[in-house]
């Protein structure tokens, strides 16, 4: 029998798991000297590469001094809190990573509590110590703070820190002693992390993430919990509904390094991949097939935005997707409910529509931009917060708490912003040269948000939230001011029309540009919604004289991103998503259909 720890990583997002992960992988030699390999090894779609963040957790395992230590990289931003609450369960141990200036962040918050609920014993490391005005005595104090705040036990309480940089690739137990590698948070790792139980008795494993192989179909991942499974051996899937499916193991695989590696035998206390078991769901329990005992199911946080999903129906649909019918967006919705735990999907009475329910924005937003680039053409509505009925009929609405760090000068224009989403100020001290800011708001006044505060405070705001609880509805928290610019015809946009329409507002498309009529274009500098051609061409004559011709100057066109457009669209709007093209239109691309339905609104 080989000594076995597992432990998870757990961090606010950017405090630097990835990174780590990376040093560990090259301390233990996984690769040979003239292997090739680049930074955040884990991070390995081209989604997590781009944004810096981690999306999906990873499984890798290293061999120290005789022990086997499976990591697991977990994501740091709360919208994927789904994530981590089933990952978890594969540890014995953490590791909490805090930054040595920023401290506990929200969403370190939320992840230590689900561990320190599990039981978990946590090992502290203070990142990021080379950083200028870094605080690693007031940090860890403030660690401490916040276990005993969650209800640590005395054991948990008792936790090893260690100090140092991942990026430079040294550890230590004291941050004034730079060290060559990160040799000792290994040996810390192997003397604190209890080693992963043996528990005798009849076969059991509770299936937390899964794997796809177009060679042998769904992959079941998860720890063994109890006795021992043999490659051939039956055994029984206990599935949600309480009905039991027999099956037959046709292949064990363990994590090796950055791979898996096959194995004849599984042994409790070790995390595997099981191949040959279908149509289960993850939370579900395998068992031996005559002593069938299920593991209680894995409890995850409710959703708390949804957003109407439908096909793409604009004049363009089909011009740059493979994937644009109804059976097509259906599919891929409820395959990807199978793996993405937070998330829901709902069918509406209509054929085409789809309600999917999230942890956020960003959890939404990545779906849609997974799905775009594997080729679908779709449209979404405006993201709506789901509301809940208290006990006394009352309307219960998500409240969350936000944490903005800010330079003091732009300190005024963030709690102005936040007071107009209903926001309300509950703390505010000063923190290195910037100012920290707590609130709570509601979820309905972070839409729209980021951006607002982003621009006040010219790109220097740090914003995190997270979700705390259902309160009572705050009341009504004003949308955006002004209306929209739509176009009048379909057809090419010319730089002769764009000149003359300027002082009508701001434009979000290019001369030369491809538009349909409904599609909006711009926003108009006024509250109400304007119809405008940008078809128009110049007269031409055959005299010319100078001075009469003026130069066209245009101003650039506001370039959104996929979240920005996301928030940024109103109720009568859907945001059309191509694999090429985000466009805004409105719901109703006739003019008159529109005013109709504007009207039985009105009057509803």
């Not at 206390?269 to 894995?298: H, K, N, W, Y």
Request: with cysteine; charged share 30%.
């Amino acid at each position: 029998m080989q000594s076995i720890r597992n432990i998870a990583i757990i961090a606010h997002v950017d405090h630097g798991k990835t990174t780590l992960v990376d040093k560990i992988i090259h301390a233990s030699k996984l690769f040979r000297d003239n292997q090739e390999f680049g930074d955040l090894i884990l991070d390995n779609n081209d989604l997590e590469r781009e944004r810096g963040i981690t999306i999906v957790s990873k499984n890798v395992s290293v061999r120290y001094k005789g022990v086997k230590i499976n990591i697991i990289d977990t994501p740091g931003h709360s919208d994927f809190g789904g994530e981590v609450e089933r990952v978890l369960k594969l540890a014995d141990g953490v590791c909490l990573l805090v930054d040595a200036f920023e401290g506990p962040m929200p969403q370190t918050r939320f992840v230590l509590g689900k561990a320190i609920d599990l039981g978990l014993k946590p090992i502290v490391i203070i990142n990021k110590v080379d950083k200028e005005n870094c605080r690693p005595d007031e940090v860890h104090e403030q660690v401490f703070d916040l276990m005993f705040n969650l209800g640590a036990t005395e054991d948990q309480l008792d936790f090893q820190t260690l100090y140092g940089s991942s990026k430079q690739g040294w550890m230590s137990t004291d941050w004034k002693r730079k060290t060559e590698d990160i040799t000792e948070l290994l040996d810390v790792i192997i003397d604190n992390i209890p080693a992963a139980p043996i528990n005798e008795g009849p076969a059991q494993m509770q299936i937390t993430s899964l794997d796809y192989s177009s060679f042998v179909g769904r992959i079941a991942i998860g720890r063994v919990h109890r006795g021992t499974f043999k490659e051939g051996q039956q055994v029984a899937l206990m599935k949600s509904d309480g009905t039991v499916k027999k099956m037959k193991i046709k292949e064990l695989q363990t994590f090796e390094g950055l791979g898996r590696a096959k194995a004849e035998e599984v042994s409790s206390g070790e995390i595997c991949a099981m191949m040959g078991i279908d149509d289960f769901e993850i939370g579900d329990t395998i068992s031996d097939v005559e002593v069938q005992e299920a593991l209680p199911r894995i409890s995850i946080d409710e959703p708390t935005m949804n957003m109407l999903f439908t096909i793409n129906n604009s004049p363009f649909f089909g011009k740059e997707g493979k994937f644009v019918t109804s059976r097509h967006l259906r599919d891929r919705l409820y395959k990807e409910t199978e793996k993405n735990l937070a998330l829901k999907v709902v069918a509406t009475d209509s054929e085409d529509k789809f309600l999917v329910f999230g942890r956020g924005i960003l959890h939404l937003s990545v779906l849609i931009e997974t799905m775009r680039r594997e080729g679908y053409e779709l449209q979404v509505g405006q993201p709506q917060v789901i509301f809940k009925e208290g006990e006394n009929g009352e309307r219960l609405e998500p409240i969350e708490t936000l944490v903005v760090d800010v330079p003091d000068e732009s300190a005024g224009k963030v709690i102005e912003l936040a007071t107009q989403g209903k926001g309300e100020l509950l703390i505010m001290e000063p923190k290195g040269d910037l100012q920290h800011l707590e609130f709570n708001i509601p979820s309905r006044g972070l839409i729209g948000m980021r951006s607002k505060v982003l621009t006040a405070t010219f790109g220097e705001a740090i914003m995190a939230h997270r979700f705390k609880a259902y309160e009572p509805y705050k009341g009504p928290i004003p949308g955006r001011i002004n209306g929209s610019l739509i176009s009048m015809n379909s057809g090419s946009v010319t730089a002769y029309a764009v000149d003359k329409l300027q002082d009508r507002g701001v434009f979000f498309i290019d001369p030369g540009e491809e538009v349909y009529a409904g599609m909006v274009v711009g926003e108009h500098n006024r509250q109400n919604d304007i119809e405008v051609n940008l078809q128009n061409a110049k007269q031409l004559t055959n005299m010319r004289a100078s001075g009469t011709d003026t130069n066209v100057k245009i101003a650039p066109k506001i370039q959104f991103s996929l979240e920005e457009s996301m928030e940024y669209i109103q109720k009568d709007e859907y945001l059309e998503v191509t694999p090429q093209s985000i466009r805004m239109r409105k719901i109703y691309l006739d003019p008159s259909v529109r005013k109709r339905m504007e009207q039985k609104m009105e009057m509803a």
